[in-house]
């Protein structure tokens, strides 16, 4: 297996017991401490308009191995442009600065949203309890006291740096859970749900603007013969085929969805009719054109597309333009399959 050696401060920051694996880390270990976004690029800014203090800083982080990247400031002007061009995971901002002090640089940072996970410890020159105070209900995460120990300082930059891996991980889990939420788990389209969403603000949209929506439903024909010839695990490929080739027909703002087994729903919004229809005929023909290979070799498959745009005075109703479009759909299919119909402009 594969380990490397690791001290014992690392051990503390990435929360293992000094004893574990007699100074090693497993791969696996590591592995999962840069996937949270370990130490490995993390980068410090310190901004302070004494050159000497920030270079006691620096030859104290040096030492720890904590980060990848330095970025110093003599003033909190400079370091607000710093932090918005590069990207920073910990600030050390002195309080006492010419110009922009240490409280006007946390104003100055607290509205930005993209700016507030990123933690600030204030480096205060006097050991004052109101400054503290003022700098922690300021949204500063910390403060130091002037003069600080080494110790002090490394002690309380792990502290933050492990909070910030902390919560960028969990925002990532919470990123990838809603987005399995929305997410149908065969096609890896949208999912009916998430598509009642997208399509109730398209319909608002719509109707206060008066800007033109289609609703696409598309459903393949006598797919149950293909469960029935090939089986059901290669009636799922056929699924996935059937949605690869909706994703590669969809433009910058369309969307789709899997809005039943084998039907699938395509939302276009500021697309008028014309326009829908020639959407509906790209997709019609590489679905029939689609090539499977091995036991589906011999396979060709089909949809029946109906189209459904508002505004039209039949609609007035979300229901009313799924149901609208899903009628031109049974139409498409009593009338052969493998062909589009539209519901006619009122
Ligand atoms: P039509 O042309 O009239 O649409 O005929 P059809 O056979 O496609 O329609 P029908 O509604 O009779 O059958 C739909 C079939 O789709 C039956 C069902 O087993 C299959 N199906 C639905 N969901 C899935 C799925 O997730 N995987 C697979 N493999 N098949 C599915
Ligand atoms: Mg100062
Ligand atoms: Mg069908
Ligand atoms: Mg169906």
């Known amino acids: 297996m594969c380990a490397i050696p690791v001290d014992n401060s690392t051990k503390s920051l990435i929360g293992l017991d000094a004893n574990d694996k007699h100074g090693y880390l497993g791969i696996s270990t590591v592995d999962w401490f840069l996937r949270r976004g370990g130490w490995i690029g993390n980068a410090i800014l310190i901004i302070d308009d004494t050159k000497s203090v920030r270079q006691q800083i620096l030859d104290t982080l040096y030492g ?3 980060f990848s ?3 110093e400031s ?6 607000l442009k710093t932090l918005l061009n590069e990207k920073i995971d910990i600030v050390l901002c002195d309080v006492e600065m010419p110009g922009m002090d240490g409280f006007n ?4 940072v607290s509205p930005r949203k993209e700016l507030q996970d990123i933690p600030i410890l204030l480096l205060t020159s006097h050991n004052v309890m109101e400054t503290k105070v003022k700098a922690l209900e300021q949204a500063a995460s910390d403060y130091l006291t002037k003069p600080f120990s080494p110790g002090e300082l490394l002690a309380r930059v792990k502290v933050h740096l492990k909070i910030k891996a902390l919560q960028d991980n969990l925002k990532e ?3 990838l859970l809603q987005k399995l939420a929305q997410t149908d788990p065969l096609t890896e389209l949208h999912n009916r749900r998430h598509m009642m969403t997208t399509l109730e603000a398209e319909f608002d949209r719509s109707s206060r603007v008066g800007s033109p929506f289609a609703l696409l439903m598309v459903d393949l024909d006598h797919f149950k013969q293909v469960n029935d010839t090939y089986g059901h695990q290669l009636g799922d490929k ?3 085929s059937t949605a690869w080739e909706i994703k590669a027909t969809l433009r910058q703002y369309d969307s789709a969805a899997r809005f039943g087994g084998e039907e699938f729903a395509l939302l276009l919004p500021e697309t008028s009719l014309k326009g829908a229809n020639l959407v509906a005929e790209r997709l019609r023909q590489s679905i029939q054109g689609i090539e499977f290979t091995g036991p589906l070799s011999k396979l060709r498959i089909s949809v029946s597309i109906g189209v459904a745009v508002m505004p039209h005075e039949k609609i007035t109703t979300i229901k009313d333009l799924i149901r609208l479009a899903d009628a031109a759909m049974y139409t498409a299919k009593r009338k052969g399959r493998n062909r589009i119909e539209s519901v006619p402009p009122a």
């Not at 003599?74 to 370091?79: A, F, M």
């Not at 640089?105 to 100055?108: C, D, G, N, Y």
């Open 69 to 71: 990247d330095y970025f």
């Open 173 to 175: 889990n919470n990123q």
């Open 238 to 240: 056929v699924l996935q």
């Open 105 to 108: 640089f946390l104003a100055m």
């Open 64 to 66: 720890a191995d904590l």
């Open 74 to 79: 003599g003033n909190g002007l400079e370091g």
